[in-house]
């Protein structure tokens, strides 16, 4: 079945240009997918059918008359339901937003749109991406492609599992404490958070405002180039973005590995850790070590620390971003207030889940009189800590080498007490607090057959040596070639 | 005269005078129709983010200098958070630990004594939008909002607890106004809203340091409004205390109809603001190249001029202080007194003649005045040469205000020059003698006066274009002949 | 015990959100565990460090004072939970 929709967007795109191939075939075949396959996966909110088929068309046109608009033109692609889409509702995974239809496109967004890309739908998320399985959805959760009966991580589960299913050629996620590495490592697919700064955050429903960025998810690392390429630079737009020169990000690829350093850190491998996790991280680290890199270990002290800041932070900024949802401009309102401000407490009750109701108290608590001093304050400034230790590995390392999650992906309602939730991401967490690039490639698989995640962490601004490291294990390596078996059981 | 000291200290929100809100492109103008002026920045959409509008800083940087602040090289914007339905995102940005500027003074008049008074701090944040009630607020079954205006930018100047009379008070907010609208920084209008002053005010025992139970008063929207809320906050503060019954720290609304402050029992609780560094908007590292940029932008202020109109065109404390109440009108007294060189008769015209047919002295009013100083200096100068008189010139005057044209087209045209030409002005005096025979023998009797009265006949026989020096040269010469 | 069902409700209040008298409790017990794992923070030594608010260290970025076109108002109001004309409404105010 899967002729067009198993390529990647380097295939794809070539064959559209060959002529072997239209957008519309291919667009026609990815719906197709998603009608019979996605009743299980449950990764899309909504598709937008009639709107890929037009832009499909489009784009044929294009084809044919020799103007493609270039790798992206006529790309079948679904995004997180975080992003803001004009016209197309965009729920963020939550009640409240459960009608939400912007009036205006995220500039990621438009931007792909501009490249020609096809959008199929948009993507189930935790809600206010606050949680790393997706069962924190409002509306359902969605399913690991290798195993239905697991989690495909989360929060942007539902574009990790999106891609692993082969039900979007390339997805946007965003990840704050590791929402694009963690769901991509337990999926077994590309994922990528850029540096902070790198991709605007206009028209990215926030969650914390520090440290939230977009990134992709893609079947490999040419993909992720190619969708990188397409969103990455400054916007006027947004204050936080950074006029940092945007590389050839596919040419950087070809350079290979050869007497790069990478930096092993002794505090990502832990006791309680997943052995086979271990093994297989260890297992890459010598792979790239045959590919030319030198493997030396490197200390980054304050990473125990990272989790606790995190959750200082995190819902503080949260607490602040979902004020807003009050029922007076859109979204939710609860009906049958007495007045204004039992308004504003029923539809906040109605509207946000557990798990965000849990942040906005935890983060409005810590701000609150008499707090911030022990709490924000603190936390900021071991913030300054965790980047510290990052700086000084970066003297003398190109690259540090780590596992995405000390475990892979779960059983849904595994995870019942939310401390233990959060612990998948202490291995994600202080890459976001240090605002550095990080990307979670295929690395192995259980012996049961779930994916293992390899973390590549970089300098700032430095996707490119990522992209690169990411190429050249692939070059070697087929774990990312292998497909889940979706139309398959559990097991 | 009562045994206990007032204590004010007033809170200045200025509407800034930019093109754009303080974080998007939408208009700042005042008056469009409900919700045309917004955006998803302005409207707190979901994903929305700010963007710092430069000239804002700029304005307020100006301010600061002009007042004396110290400008802080680094500036944080913050968020204030509280809820209400005219705040989109439910928090304010705003300038917390980190204000643009700090440590000023300000200059006031007030008892013919002057005293400086501190001002704590300036800094900036974005305006809400607009509630609307059907009826009062108390009663309204709803309530609706306009959000054209959240979003605008919004300067709060916050002065020291220094004024101690309701009379400083309105003193310290007239010369802050006259600065602001100097500055082209704020319209300045009260009525409107684009400045909007809060009061804090205690009354303590004379003679004691630690301040008394503090309130603070909102909604005064004119200079009589603070001066009468101050005046009524003091009355019952004293009350208060004389009967020793508790004062409560509180927010009180002034209401000018009942001319009464009331209790605004809420805000009590809500004061829990949970300030945190805006993650939205990177720090502003002021620079002094900056700042001195500024500082050479700034223009001659209020007080400096007033006192240099009168030593450099001698004028009275009264005339200067007329003068320099708008930058419009004292600009337009300057060109027209350097034009003419006689500074003291141009700010006769200015204060009498112009001010009468001018709506306002304010900025806009002088800047439509049809009669440009050229145009001014010009019709003095018809009256030096004498080609007018100054009765003449006041009716030319008011003729070049309806129609915009120059004193000399319109004496050019309606032949309103003056006659000085004796053959013509001789025979108007013949005239004018053999009328009034009896006149004459009264003055060649001794009565001095008639001669006044034969003037004014031939002033009248030529509809007051005769010279009156001319006038009364011949007939000096005719009478002892007839 | 870390934090008090008062400081929950105290929270709550502050935060716009209506918790029933279980969910309070739960709340309770979720935040004290988070809160006392958060503790960890105290035992870091921090004297001398500057706090990070913003990862990448970035200033004045500022628009010029120019006008970009404000959206339709329908545009604007389609999402709004309750009109009034080109108004949004919202419940009777009473302060608190
Ligand atoms: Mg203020
Ligand atoms: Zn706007």
Sequence with gaps: ?491 | MNNYETVIGLEVHAQLLTNTKMFCGCRAAFGAAPNTQTCPVCQGMPGSLPVVNRRAIEFGIMTALAIGCRVNRLNRFARKHYYYPDMPKNYQISQYEEPLAEHGRLAIEAGGATREIGIQRVHLEEDVGKLLHEGQLETAPSSSVDFNRAGVPLMEIVSKPDLRSPEEAAAYLKSLRAILVYLRVCDGNMEEGSLRCDANISLRPRGQTEYGTKVEIKNMNSFRNVRDALEYEIRRQTRALETSERLVQETRLWDPDRAVTVSMRSKEFAHDYRYFPEPDLPPLDVQAGWVDELRARLPELPVARRARFQTAYALSAYEAELLTQGRGLADYFEDAARGSGKPKVVANWVLNELLRELPADDDRAVAACPIFPAHLVGLLALIDDGTISGKIAKDVFEKMYRSGETAQAIVGREGLTQVADEGALGAAVDRVLGDHAKVVEDYKAGKKAALGFLVGQVMKATQGKANPAVVNRLLMEKLPQV | ?96
């Design chain 1, 1 to 491: 079945m899967a002729a067009l929709a198993a390529l990647t967007v380097h295939e794809l795109s070539a064959r559209y240009r060959s002529g072997q191939a239209t957008p519309t075939q291919a667009v026609t075949e990815y719906l197709a997918r998603i009608d019979a396959l996605d009743p299980q996966v449950r990764a899309f909110l909504t598709v937008t059918r009639e709107e890929a088929l037009r832009r499909a068309a489009l784009a044929d046109a294009r084809f044919k008359a020799g103007t493609p608009r270039g790798p992206l033109d006529g790309v079948p692609i679904a995004l997180k339901d975080v992003l803001c889409t004009r016209g197309i509702r965009s729920t963020c995974g939550s009640k409240i937003l459960e009608r939400f239809v912007p009036p205006y496109d995220a500039t990621v967004v438009a931007r792909l749109f501009e490249a020609g890309a096809v959008l199929l739908g948009k993507l189930n998320m935790d809600e206010f991406a606050m949680g790393s399985s997706t069962e924190h959805s409002a509306f359902f959760t969605t399913r690991n492609p290798w195993d239905l009966a697991r989690v495909p991580g989360g929060s942007s589960g539902g574009a990790a599992a999106a891609v692993a299913a082969d039900l979007a050629a390339l997805s946007l996620g965003t990840d704050t404490g590791g929402s694009i590495r963690q769901p991509a490592a337990f999926s077994g697919v590309l994922g990528m958070k850029p540096t902070y700064g790198r991709v605007s955050r206009y028209g990215v429903i926030a969650f914390a405002s520090s440290l939230d960025q977009v990134g992709p998810f893609a079947k490999d690392a040419e993909d992720a180039a190619l969708m990188l390429q397409t969103i990455a630079g400054a916007d006027p737009m947004d204050s936080t973005s950074v006029d940092v020169p945007v590389p050839d990000y596919r040419a950087a690829l070809a350079r290979g590995i050869e007497g790069l350093r990478l930096g092993v850190p002794a505090e990502y491998f832990i006791d309680g850790m997943d052995p086979e996790v271990e093994q297989a991280v260890r297992a890459a680290i010598a792979t790239l070590e045959r590919l030319g890199a030198r493997a030396e270990p490197v200390s980054l002290p304050h990473t125990e620390y990272g989790l606790a800041a995190y959750y200082v932070i995190a819902p503080a900024e949260a607490s602040s971003n979902l004020a807003r949802y009050d029922g007076v401009k859109y979204g939710l309102r609860a009906a049958g207030a007495r007045d204004l401000i039992d308004m504003y407490s029923k539809t906040r009750a109605a509207g946000f889940g557990a798990e965000v109701k849990r942040r906005v108290m935890l983060g409005t608590y810590v701000l609150s009189a008499g707090y911030y001093d022990a709490y924000y304050g603190q936390a900021q400034k071991v913030r300054t800590l965790v980047r510290r230790d990052f700086e000084r590995a970066f003297e003398r390392v190109d690259l540090i080498v780590a596992p995405t999650t000390p475990g892979v992906a779960f059983k849904m309602g595994e995870k019942e007490d939310p401390l233990q939730m959060y612990l998948n991401d202490i291995f994600t967490i202080p890459v976001n607090l240090a605002g550095l690039p990080g990307v979670s490639i295929p690395g192995g698989f259980t012996h049961t057959g779930l994916p293992i995640g390899l973390q590549l962490i970089g300098r700032a601004f430095d996707e490119a040596m990522l992209l690169r490291a990411a190429h050249a294990y692939q070059q070697a390596t087929t774990w990312h070639t292998r497909k889940p078996p979706v139309d398959g059981t559990p097991r």
């Design chain 3, 1 to 96: 015990m870390k934090i008090s069902l008062a400081d929950v409700e105290h929270v709550a209040r502050l935060a716009r959100l209506e918790l029933s008298a279980a969910e309070k409790e739960r709340m309770r017990r979720e935040l004290d565990g988070i809160l006392s794992y958060i503790d960890k923070l105290r035992a870091v030594d921090t004297s001398g460090v500057e706090p990070t608010s913003h990862a990448v260290p970035v200033t004045n970025v500022m628009r010029d004072d120019t006008e970009r076109p404000s959206l339709p108002p329908e545009d604007m109001l389609a999402n709004a939970p309750d009109r009034h004309g080109e108004l949004f409404r919202v419940p009777r105010i009473i302060e608190e």
